[in-house]
């Protein structure tokens, strides 16, 4: 049995000018092709095949990437490895070509290659007389991973599926996917165990419990309240920063649908058009905003009237040991799940941070003071995914506590979940657009930063929302 490590192939070295190494994951769509090892051993600034390309590394250990007419790029997943000596860059030039690094052919580099493996960068790939299978880390690995059950079975969360020649093992539990070359492996996966002597089927046992992939049958599992395709759908809608897949234009789609829908052959009946109200000019109003103010920014008034408006309990009754409550959205089966966490960069009069929003008293409650490094993800993601040439003056992030719908809407729950927060996002901009501040939903956002910034177990809370706020610049030039 032979086992190699390579980079995952997402990955690439970066040098900046001042001679440290960052290793960045970054989606192949992302507009800057990596270029591998030839860049370290050369020496040279520049990343990537673009010339104009230049990355700068930043306090609290934050890497820029960015080209020269001023897109940034990212935010990247970056990891600074500093002044390398030359057995590390050896072993990291090792570790990015084929056939990789055979584990005990890093001499000197221990710790490095314990680094890199410890942080998820790293594939292990595992052969005998042809390859076997390779594990691809989604997630830095848990310090101390399961050992393996005395009565191993899938988890009931694990899929196989097929990816190009190989067999793809994975689930949202687990921290790596495994990718198997060798389609008699299945019979380990589906729980027939290793066969004695075959050393590349108990390894594969051990690694497939390591990932939490394989289980001790009839074991509870942590995310049991859940259906398996609602946290599939969760964990591969949520922007996943070691997942690197990309989102935005696709290519396959490249033939615009008409705007319009092909009118149907029937008599046309026109209808009647509304004068002006109050909630007419509203509705004509809002639109999305992308640039804040930050001279006259958004006040902790505002920020008041906004979350009253939107998002407070008008009441709390309580009714046969059930807590129901009101608020001006309306939530499927008085479900109320949501809950809003601002991350304050800039209001007049608040200290930045993260605070949750307590709807029964109308009140905020700091959860992290300051910009952390995952606070700062949480606003940095924002700020890419909205186009801002700053970070928001306040991003919204809205949480779900699943239990409050799971009890009665079982494997609809997220769906729905997805509707409610399509349902808040448009009280806030019309609430937004009345205070004349400047609104903008976001598509997406990173909840394993929020988990980390919060310290809350992210299969009974988590992030399923976003939307920014900002004070409106007086001229309002491009949205
Ligand atoms: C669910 C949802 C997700 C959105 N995601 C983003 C986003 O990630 N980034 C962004 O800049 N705008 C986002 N928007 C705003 C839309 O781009 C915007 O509503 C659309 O272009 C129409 O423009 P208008 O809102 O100014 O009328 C989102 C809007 C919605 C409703």
């Known amino acids: 049995m032979r086992v190699r490590l390579r980079l995952r192939p997402d990955c690439f070295p970066v040098r900046t000018a001042d001679g440290a190494t960052w290793l960045v994951a970054m989606s192949a769509r992302d507009e800057l092709t990596p270029t591998v090892a030839g860049r370290l051993t050369a020496g040279q600034d520049s990343v990537t095949q673009r010339r104009d390309a230049y990355a ?9 990437l960015g080209t020269a007419d001023g897109d940034r790029l990212g935010p990247p997943v970056a990891h600074q490895l500093g002044e390398l000596t030359p057995e590390n860059r050896r072993a990291l030039l090792a570790l990015c070509e084929k056939p990789g690094l055979a584990v005990d052919d890093g001499e000197g580099a221990d710790a490095l290659v314990a680094d890199l493996l410890a942080g998820g960068w790293l594939e292990t790939r595992v052969a005998d007389a042809r390859p076997a299978y390779l594990m691809r880390p989604v997630a830095p690995p848990p310090a101390r991973p399961a050992p393996v059950p005395e009565d191993p079975v899938l988890s009931r969360f694990a899929v196989v599926r097929r990816c190009g020649q190989a067999l793809v093992v994975e689930s949202p539990l687990a921290w790596c996917e495994i990718h198997l070359s060798d389609p008699a492996l299945l019979s380990v996966v589906s729980g027939a165990g290793a066969p004695p002597g075959d050393e590349v089927a108990h390894r594969l046992l051990s690694d497939l419990a390591a990932a939490g992939l394989v289980v001790q049958r009839a074991a509870q599992e942590p995310a049991d309240r859940w259906a398996p395709h609602e946290l599939w759908f969760h964990a591969r809608t949520r922007s996943n920063p070691m997942r690197c897949e990309p989102f935005g234009p696709a290519q396959a789609l490249s033939e615009p649908l ?32 992308r640039r804040h103010d930050d001279d006259t920014p958004v006040t902790t008034e505002q920020l008041g009237e906004f979350l009253f408006r939107c998002a407070r309990n008008r009441w709390l009754v309580e009714k046969d040991g059930v807590e129901h409550i009101s608020r001006p959205y309306p939530s499927a089966s008085s479900g109320y799940e949501l809950e809003i966490y601002p991350v304050v960069r800039l209001v007049g009069g608040l200290e930045p941070g993260l605070y949750h929003y307590d709807a029964q008293e109308h009140q905020l409650r700091r959860g992290v003071a300051g910009i952390d490094a995952p606070t700062r993800r949480l606003l940095r993601l924002a700020a890419t995914m909205a186009g801002m040439p700053r970070q928001p003056q306040v991003l919204l992030v809205m949480t779900a506590r699943f239990a409050r719908l799971m009890r009665n809407y079982d494997a609809i729950s997220y769906a729905l979940i997805a509707k409610h927060v399509g349902v808040v996002q448009q009280v806030m901009y019309l609430v937004a657009t009345e205070l004349g501040l400047a609104p903008c939903a976001l598509g997406t956002g990173d909840s394993a930063a929020f988990s980390a910034a919060t310290g809350l177990d992210a299969l009974r809370e988590a992030s399923v929302g976003e939307f920014i706020l900002g004070s409106r610049p007086s001229a309002v030039g491009s949205p």
């Open 56 to 64: 700068r590394g930043e306090a609290d250990d934050d890497l820029v």
């Open 258 to 289: 008409p705007a319009r829908h092909v009118p149907f052959a029937g008599p046309a009946e026109p209808l009647h058009r509304p004068s002006a109200s109050p909630l007419g000019t509203v509705l004509e109003r809002r639109r999305s905003l």
